[in-house]
């Protein structure tokens, strides 16, 4: 897939450009990774009421999947556009190898990144983010039938989100991994529609990489994980 550093961009005319770019007959793969100016997004399904408290931060209403979350400055946004049928993949296993380039991203700048079964996107243990002992809360086989455990986001901070669109094959929006950018915001809203949930950064953490570091190794993680 073509590879495009947008830069800074406009949240609501980058999501119109995916919009016409994946439903447009013939749609090459692109991967798109830029940063936006402060906004809330809500996904398709989300509920306004984990908007708590926006202020002067635009709230647009997205087509993507899952609650609401925040984007800003410091963060690194990455949008793969591309054909799920033609690269071979489900849904669960394309969720999957996305947590999985930023497991790898982190990797590289000594954090270990985990999931927390019931709650897409990656989580980091907050009294030991380098530490690689499991946690008790990660996904795990369930006996047939089972129902899904809660989330329990017991001694973790959540560092990069998944929200997706997929019609028929095609798929995009994507990931965000929170590098050096201001936390406040998250909490104007319920982060994912988790009151309570604590959302972190790279730079939080005690590791300094620029947003164009992160998005490069990000970039490369995503190509080789999603690699037809």
Not at 3 to 8: A, E, I, N, Q, S
Not at 115 to 141: I, K, N, S
């Amino acid at each position: 897939m073509q590879v495009h550093f947008l830069g800074t961009v406009d949240y609501a005319e980058t999501l119109a450009k995916m919009q016409a770019f994946s439903r447009a007959a013939q749609a090459a793969e692109e991967l798109w990774l830029c940063e936006h100016a402060p906004v809330f997004t809500l996904g398709a399904a989300g509920r306004r009421e984990h908007v708590l408290a926006p202020g002067e931060i635009p709230l647009v209403a997205t087509d993507r999947g899952g609650q609401v979350t925040y984007h800003g400055p410091g963060q690194v946004v990455a949008y793969p556009l591309i054909d799920l049928r033609a690269r071979g993949f489900f849904v669960k296993e394309y969720v999957f190898r996305l947590e999985e380039a930023i497991i790898r991203t982190l990797a590289d700048v000594g954090i270990t990144g985990h999931r927390v079964a019931g709650a897409p996107g990656v989580y980091v243990r907050l009294a030991d983010p380098a530490g690689h002992a499991l946690l008790p809360q990660r996904p795990q086989r369930q006996a047939p039938g089972a129902l899904p455990p809660a989330p329990d986001f017991s001694g973790v901070g959540k560092i990069a989100s998944i929200g997706l669109k997929v019609s028929g094959a095609r798929a995009w929006h994507g990931l965000a991994l929170n590098v050096a950018m201001d936390l406040a915001p998250f909490a104007r809203i319920n982060p994912c529609g988790y009151a309570g949930l604590q959302v972190v950064d790279v730079a939080s953490l005690g590791v300094c990489i620029s947003c164009d570091a992160a998005a490069q190794l990000l970039a490369g993680h995503i190509q080789r994980l999603l690699a037809r």
